[in-house]
């Protein structure tokens, strides 16, 4: 089932006199219990489509459908409230708040929502306890390995339980190893048959975790594999 749909997206951004057409008429579907990544070279519109699926741009033409509602025909503010309550972010920078401790930092988006300052923190900590920052939470950035800081932005992307999450480029500024580890939790969640991940990568060494790969050229879908083609390949 897809969770997430795309149909006939055409992103055209202005450029002096005339307009430049970033994204070519592309239509995706995001299944559910899937772990699915968008792959191409730099510039080829993935970030463009990322940020379209989630309502953070908004397409020239076409139509974006996630858990039945459609995106595209929302209010701002509307689009705002579908985010926050369906998806989660996990972005190439961690972006953690260096004054506030671990738990705080996942905390913050269930703040943001309005739950009470305890009550989200000890759901945040639940969350960084399930991906092995049990001993952690008390710990600002500065005290935290790069890994540990990706795992703290995973927590605040994970803890109000979104449908969609989604991640550019998650392992680019760390080791194999503890790219490796982040995969896995990655993994993880879109095992879950409600929800489903989407990765921008240009990373190789994490290719084989995805269930679907999407390769993307000149704002255009090339093809799209299935997971024993990708290993096939």
């Known amino acids: 089932m897809a969770l997430l749909q795309t149909h006939n997206i055409i992103k055209d ?3 002096g006199d005339t307009n430049v ?4 008429d592309v239509s995706v579907d995001v299944k559910a219990g899937e772990l699915t990544m968008l792959v191409g070279p730099s510039g080829c519109g993935k970030t463009t489509l990322l940020s379209i699926m989630t309502g953070i741009l908004t397409p020239t033409s076409g139509k974006i459908i996630i858990d039945g509602t459609e995106l595209t025909a929302l209010r701002d503010r509307e689009k705002v409230l579908f985010r926050r309550e369906r ?3 996990v972005f190439q920078q961690f972006n953690l708040l260096p004054a506030l401790t671990a738990a705080e930092n996942a ?3 269930l703040i943001a929502a309005g739950l009470s300052f305890e009550d989200a923190i ?3 900590e639940g969350v960084l306890a399930e991906i092995g920052m049990g001993k952690h939470t008390a710990k600002k950035p500065n005290q935290l390995s790069g890994g540990q800081q990706q ?3 995973f927590a605040r992307a994970l803890v109000h339980r979104p449908r969609v999450l989604v991640c550019d480029e998650p392992t680019s500024a760390l080791d194999a190893a503890t790219g490796q580890q982040v995969m896995e939790i990655l993994r993880a969640v ?3 048959p409600d929800c489903a991940v989407i990765v921008v990568t240009h990373d190789n060494r994490i290719y084989h975790f995805a269930d679907r790969m999407i390769h993307m050229a000149d704002g255009r ?9 990708i290993h096939d390949a």
């Open 13 to 15: 951004f202005p450029a």
């Open 21 to 24: 057409r970033v994204l070519h």
């Open 87 to 89: 998806l989660g972010f």
């Open 107 to 109: 905390a913050v988006p």
């Open 122 to 124: 000890k759901r945040a």
């Open 151 to 153: 795992r703290v932005a």
């Open 190 to 192: 879109a095992l879950q």
């Open 221 to 229: 879908i090339e093809r799209s594999e299935a997971r024993g083609e």
